[in-house]
């Protein structure tokens, strides 16, 4: 499974951006989808899931209430609303997929990962 990330850009501190993951190919029927981040000269950190149902997602306790994640498109593409958004959210972020319904946090158990697309919040 392919992955590629798009939405990311420059926006001032308080405003809002939309991230989107798109399957190559193919739905994301089947894989539960995550969203993560790495900030500069930080270690990758978990942002949301999203299990392949819909039924089911998981937040990083930072970030809730400011971003949400959501299938769209006839399950073809993974969306991360981010709102408030803060300096802090800078990063590059990545998107990734595993088979089967359960989310999990950990990066490594994410077999599929898109090729990141940069958030950046100026103040």
């Known amino acids: 499974v392919q992955l590629q990330a798009s939405g990311g850009g420059l926006v001032q501190a308080g405003g809002s951006l939309r991230l989107s993951c798109a399957a190559s190919g193919r739905t994301f029927s089947g894989y539960a989808v995550g969203w993560f981040r790495q900030a500069p000269g930080k270690e990758r950190e978990f942002v949301a899931a999203?299990?392949?149902?819909?039924?089911?997602?998981y937040y990083a306790d930072n970030l809730k209430g400011r971003f949400a994640i959501s299938r769209e498109n006839a399950q073809n593409t993974v969306a991360l609303q981010m709102n408030s958004l803060k300096p802090e959210d800078t990063a590059v972020y990545y998107c990734a997929a595993r088979p089967g319904n359960n989310i999990f946090t950990a990066g490594h158990e994410y077999r599929y990962w898109g090729q990141g697309t940069l958030v950046t919040v100026s103040s």
């Open positions: 999203l299990s392949w149902n819909g039924g089911n997602t």
